[in-house]
């Protein structure tokens, strides 16, 4: 019995041996797989660096592109491109032998054209002054959308000329027509209606020699003008005392 736990020492020695040698090959496999994890993970780090590098230098480079554009270019490459479009359908209906405009309306919804519609209405003709023609040509046209032609008058005149009414370069128009008293009435009343509204136009107002000076220069008296008037009414009685030598 002695032998035989002789016998099984050594075999119970042999195993314990093998895993200890077995223990530092997991750990070394475990480090290795932990390395080459890490690895892996900093060369996709590496490569989206370059990528964002890349990205970044691209946008700069776009985006110095866009500064050096005019600074309408955006619109200006809106309506090339609406152009070309234009072009293109235009060729198109030609081939089909269709009408362009006609096309183009059908495909117009109501919501748009009722849109297009308040826009047109909204916009004001008048640009403001530009040279003297320009304001007389304004002028005109504003006067001549206000006459309300009499048909009938124009009928009786038209019988009574026939074609002489219709004026050519070889007529005599001096002396030749004489205007009615109504007509002269209503030139009369638009001519004192134009000075009546031109009476109305604000003018420059002239200085005052005798107002307090209470400013020293004109920049100075611009803001006193606009103190006095959003506050003038609250330091009235204040001012009113500091001018009688009577304030506390």
């Known amino acids: 019995m002695a032998a035989l736990g002789g016998l099984g020492a050594p075999d119970g020695g042999g195993s314990s041996g ?14 290795a797989q932990k390395r080459e994890e890490r690895l892996r993970k900093f060369r996709e780090l590496h490569m989206k660096r370059n990528e964002a590098r890349k990205l970044n230098h691209q946008e700069v480079v776009e985006e110095d592109k866009r500064l050096k554009l005019p600074a309408n270019w955006e619109a200006k490459k809106a309506r090339l491109e609406w152009e070309l479009k234009v072009q293109e359908k235009k060729k198109e209906c030609a081939a089909k032998g269709e009408d362009y405009e006609r096309v183009k309306l059908l495909e117009i919804s109501a919501e748009d054209a009722e849109r297009w519609e308040r826009k047109k209405k909204r916009k004001n003709p008048d640009l403001g002054f530009s040279d003297y023609a320009a304001a007389q040509l304004r002028q005109y046209q504003r006067l001549t ?41 209503r030139m009369v009343a638009d001519l004192e209606k134009q000075i009546e509204k031109r009476e109305k136009y604000s003018r420059r107002r002239p200085y005052n020699d005798d107002a307090d000076i209470d400013y020293i220069n004109e920049r100075n008296a611009k803001f006193n003008k606009k103190a006095e008037r959003f506050y003038g009414k609250y330091t009235a009685e204040i001012k009113q005392n500091l001018e009688r030598g009577t304030a506390v």
């Open 145 to 185: 959308r206000q006459i309300k032609p009499d048909l009938e008058q124009y009928e009786k005149l038209k019988e009574q000329y026939g074609e002489a009414l219709y004026p050519t370069s070889d007529s005599l128009l001096h002396g030749s027509h004489v205007p009615d008293k109504e007509g002269i009435d």
């Open 18 to 31: 093998s895993e200890d040698e077995a223990a530092p090959c997991a750990a070394a496999a475990a480090a």
